[in-house]
């Protein structure tokens, strides 16, 4: 920052993660790592340019408090406001774990914007825990179309987390495990109780910042959306167990040899038959899933939200059900 090409930025970077001119988007490298590798290197590129960039999205969650572009610590409060003259070519954003469609509905700014909803592709567990549901060609220009158009037909719906599952949906200091929803954050004046340092503010409040809407408004003309848990987590929650236990992983293999795919089991397979497959716990967690009657603490300053299904009593009456099966 002190070399002479970015002296022209010191007045404009105050709290910002990066920054664009003319020519340029500028983002800081904030880490280096080095291991020992041998084996082939693959490099995409044109000519003359190694620069790499998405035509059409901004595809980061769009609301992870520190380096996203409504994150409470980016400096931003619109794509305007981020990326100036550039704005006009994003029609599409990734809403993040921790907001559903919903919540990004009461920006009156984000009308013309596409809703998408991407997973990690980092681990394989986690891969389609939020997805894109399209019927369409398999090409890139024809999801590309759809995005950009938002036509029913061809633009189904989203997949997402519930957004309380999510890391960041509420407010907190994990290190003092306080964690407060917006209102309890103002009343103390955005400083953590316990240690005095600032909270981090989480999608929730940054929604309220933002919104021109009330809350649980709706619009019939955007993509619908779906909130799904998790197979091994319903599992796991079923049995009692963590979703990591080998039990869960056998009901799990048990499931999908039945129905195919983890999808066909949350959204399509009867109930009845799901029961018939596993256990009468699983397919009433399933079912649960499906209608949204679930409790949930909410995520916050990094830490991921918990899932309950059932109480330790609904666990106890459950497993007598099954003959309704």
Known sequence: MKTEEFSRFKSITGNK???????????????????????????????????????????HNCWTPWFSV?????????????????????????????????????????????????????????????????DTELSYKAIMDAIKSRDPKKF????????????????????CNIVYPPEETKKHKGICPVCGKPLTVGVVNRVDALADRPENYTDPRRVPYKNLVTLDSIIGEA??????????MKEYEKLIKAFKSEFNVLLNAPVKEIALASSAEIAEGVERMRNGKLTIEPGFDGEYGIIKIFSDEEKKNIAKQSSLF
């Open 17 to 59: 993660y990066g920054w664009i001119d003319n020519e340029y988007v500028y983002l800081p490298i904030y880490n280096i790592q080095t291991e020992n590798y041998k084996g082939e290197v693959y490099n995409l590129e044109i000519e003359e340019d190694n620069s790499y960039t998405c035509e059409f999205a901004t595809v």
């Open 239 to 248: 049995l009692d167990v963590g979703k990591a236990a080998k039990s869960v």
């Open 70 to 134: 409504f994150g409470s610590m980016s400096g931003f409060d619109s794509l305007e406001e981020c990326f100036g003259a550039y704005a006009k070519n994003i029609f599409a954003i990734e809403t993040g774990l921790s907001s559903d469609p919903p919540m990004n509905w009461r920006l009156s700014k984000l009308d013309n914007i596409s809703l998408i909803s991407n997973s990690d592709s980092h681990s394989l567990q986690r891969i389609g825990r939020e997805a894109n549901v399209f």
């Open 156 to 175: 189904l719906y989203t997949i997402e987390f519930f957004p309380e599952e999510g890391k960041y949906h509420f407010d907190g200091h994990r290190v």
